[in-house]
């Protein structure tokens, strides 16, 4: 069983930036940041695979947000620029051992281990 912990959330403006760290207990291979903002059901927002690093973005984030490995420390952030308050909600870091498809790395049942969540709040 690995587990997932998440920091980095926090209160900020809009046009501002925060970086997301997901620190895992052990090696995972597919690892991706979902959202959920209140009221709404939780969506995609990126995922990334061990060796050779192939990406995956949902439309809204896409020139934004950035999803980036440090496989050594098993790390996965979310770095998050031009924030605008739709971008509220909590974001949780999943992951799996396995080698997903592309075509399945949005899929939130294609992973395995889920962390608790951090807070991101884009409001003046």
């Known amino acids: 069983q690995v587990q997932l912990v998440e920091s980095g959330g926090g209160l900020v403006q809009p046009g501002g930036s925060l970086r997301l760290s997901c620190e895992a207990s052990g090696r995972t291979f597919t690892d991706a940041w979902f959202r959920q903002a209140p009221g709404k059901e939780r969506e995609f927002v990126a995922a990334?695979?061990?060796?050779?690093?192939?990406?995956q973005y949902t439309d809204s984030v896409k020139g934004r947000f950035t999803i980036s490995r440090d496989g050594a420390e098993n790390r996965v952030y979310l770095q998050m620029n031009r924030l605008n308050p739709e971008d509220t909600a909590v974001y949780y870091c999943?992951?799996?051992?396995?080698?997903?498809?592309?075509?399945?790395?949005?899929?939130?049942?294609?992973?395995?281990?889920w962390g608790e969540g951090t807070q991101v709040t884009v409001s003046s």
């Open positions: 999943a992951a799996t051992s396995r080698r997903l498809i592309i075509t399945a790395m949005h899929i939130d049942r294609s992973y395995d281990y």
């Open positions: 990334i695979r061990r060796n050779g690093g192939a990406t």
